[in-house]
């Protein structure tokens, strides 16, 4: 009321209504007005609203969009925080729109970094400041370079002292093995290092300022491809080692080398990255030499992608000298190598981007080695979820139920927990270590690892010398575990042309088709379908030394009724 002029109208009996305007006091405050442009942009002046937007503004206001600039403005009376926006002559008009599609993908970007930073905060407060850790497979033909490197490696980074490896230097100098001490560190049995071949996948372990790894180092020779196999599926990363000494690395590359079958089984068992190491770039042959690593990267390229990764974003080649250790921790001098300009080789996988880790999934772990020692002790990588110590779990597909009573990390120190990519030794109460075979899964009995005797599976044909028929029998790897298996039928076949599926079953495939078959097992075991976890649903098939086909398992057949019924039935004693 106090803005009100009361004598504005006057009223006299006996005359009528009559205004009489107030004398001019002070003049009205002037209407709010924009500042003056200096120059005009092309759409005019809007109040933009921009839900959603991923960027974060230190304003106020509900989510103005980063390129709009606040003006302040003198007003009267408090009014709703709005923005009045002058935009930029370069900013570009999409942004200033209010978009459904936008705000979709903007606010499910914002909903996916929340996740991540709370997962973090969580992890952060339960385990302390812990560094990534990633699991590295060292791969390649026989004679490339990979436990020299690994050992180098170990070395390097202070895994294993100076005193340890001059004693395998003059171990292997006896043996008339000279030039072989470095992989000795990470070949430990008399006959790998009496004939200098790896065997079994050694495993070993390194720390850098950054972060933790994990050394397996896989046999390259062809006889023990299983064992490279259940190597490989433990690994995050594989370091495929090429030798460029002049006839060797055609030796590996050809029809019948190892190079070409481990880039596709590592595929296969679902290593996501590949660092192509070019190693032996020192010997006589070579004398580090672009053109001979130009000829390797080129000739390595078209098949690396042929085999599904991607040149540009998954492949990193490097050359290096396992047994000098040049461009291994410290970058190559330009005296030596005055051609290369990248990192070195630890500094490569310091700062390569971290794989994704299922932290909030379900407890699933293969065991890879058991042993008794004060007990069971089982080995294995954390697929997803994680356990601490005292945790009650479920071994499958026997389903014994299992406590933990002891976790050990690589270095041999106890751990309370384990989280998802870790490589660890757990003591187990509760099963006797004769009942347990490499391939069982360790799981949360909330929700068990799905056990099968049959299931549908999307397979490849790489090789085979004749046809596949219904009854072909061939031994299947899936994570750590080896299984014969039966493809009982053949449900469908891809046309190549359209990629579409065939209505009629197919009589036989051959090489190079694709086919969907249903596989049968003697015996229950551990599998996911491969949308759900890819680790546990991609394998591959071998017979004869050779590796058939691969694929990845699409639907589960659950025949768990039909067995429970017979046992159900077995149990029954007629009085």
């Known amino acids: 009321m106090s803005r009100l002029n009361a004598g504005a109208f006057e009223f006299v009996p006996g005359k009528s209504f009559s205004y009489t305007p107030p004398p001019p006091t002070e003049p009205l405050p002037p209407p ?24 974060p503004t230190p304003s106020h206001s509900p989510a103005p969009s980063e390129s709009a600039k606040p003006t302040a403005a003198p007003t009267p009376a408090p009014a709703p925080p709005v923005a009045t926006a002058k935009p930029k002559a370069d900013a570009p008009v999409v942004s200033k729109t209010f978009s459904l599609e936008k705000a979709k993908t903007d606010t499910s970007a914002i909903a996916a970094e ?78 790998e290092r009496l004939k200098g071949k790896t065997v079994e996948v050694g495993r070993a372990y390194f720390e850098t300022a950054m972060r933790r790894y994990t050394i397996l180092d896989a046999p390259g020779h062809k006889t023990f491809v299983p064992s490279m196999i259940s190597g490989a599926a433990q690994a995050d990363i594989a370091i495929l080692v090429i030798s460029a000494r002049k006839g060797e690395f055609e030796t590996g590359f050809e029809r019948g080398g190892q190079t070409r079958e481990h880039i596709m089984l590592v595929k296969t068992a679902g290593v996501s990255k590949i660092i192509i190491v070019i190693n032996k770039m020192d010997d006589s042959t070579v004398k580090w030499d672009k053109a001979r690593y130009d000829e390797i990267k080129d ?6 992608k042929a085999a599904g990764f991607n040149p540009k974003t998954d492949v990193t080649f490097i050359p290096v000298s396992a047994y000098t250790g040049v461009n291994l921790k410290d970058p190559v001098t330009k005296d030596i190598c005055p051609w290369w300009t990248g990192s070195s080789f630890l500094h490569l996988l310091d700062h390569m981007p971290m794989v994704d880790r299922k932290i909030n999934a379900p407890l699933m772990m293969p065991v890879s080695e058991k042993y008794k ?68 899964v360790l799981t949360s009995p909330a929700k068990p690892i799905h056990a099968v005797r049959q299931f549908e599976a999307q397979l490849a044909i790489l090789e085979h010398k004749s046809i596949i028929c219904a009854g072909y029998s061939a031994v299947m790897h899936v994570h750590t575990l080896s299984e014969e298996v039966v493809l009982t039928q053949l449900l469908h076949y891809f046309d190549k042309a359209t990629g579409r599926k065939s209505k009629k079953p197919p009589q036989f495939a051959k090489k190079g088709q694709k086919i969907v078959a249903l596989i049968e097992t003697t015996a229950p075991i551990c599998v996911e379908r491969f949308v759900d976890y890819p680790q546990l649903g991609r394998f591959t098939l071998r017979d004869e030394g050779r590796t058939i086909a691969i694929g990845k398992i699409t639907k589960l057949v659950e025949s768990g009724t039909i067995d429970e019924v017979a046992e159900g039935v077995a149990a029954v004693a007629v009085a």
């Not at 030794?425 to 099963?431: D, S």
């Open 373 to 440: 020692e004060m007990g069971t002790v089982i080995v294995g990588k954390v697929e997803s979820g994680l356990m601490r110590k005292g945790d009650t779990l479920v071994l499958m597909p026997n389903k014994d139920t299992v406590e933990v009573s002891a976790i050990y990390n690589e270095m041999e120190d106890e751990v309370n927990s384990a989280l998802c990519g870790d490589n660890v030794r757990i003591r187990i109460r509760g099963v006797d270590d004769e009942d347990i075979s490499p391939g069982f």
């Open 299 to 304: 000739k390595l390229t078209p098949f690396v």
């Open 114 to 191: 929340v996740q991540n930073v709370a997962d973090q905060t969580v992890l952060e407060d339960l385990y302390g400041d812990v560094k990534e850790h990633l699991n590295i497979v060292f791969i390649g033909h026989v004679d490339a370079g990979k436990s020299t490197m690994g050992g180098n490696i170990l070395f390097l980074t202070g895994m294993v002292d100076k005193r340890t490896m001059e004693k395998y230097e003059r171990e292997a100098k006896d043996a008339g093995r000279e030039s072989w001490y470095l992989s000795w560190a990470l070949d430990s049995t008399p006959q």
């Open 32 to 55: 709010v007005e924009r500042p003056e442009q200096t120059e005009a942009p092309k759409p005019p002046p809007t109040i933009s609203l921009n839900i959603g937007s991923s960027k």
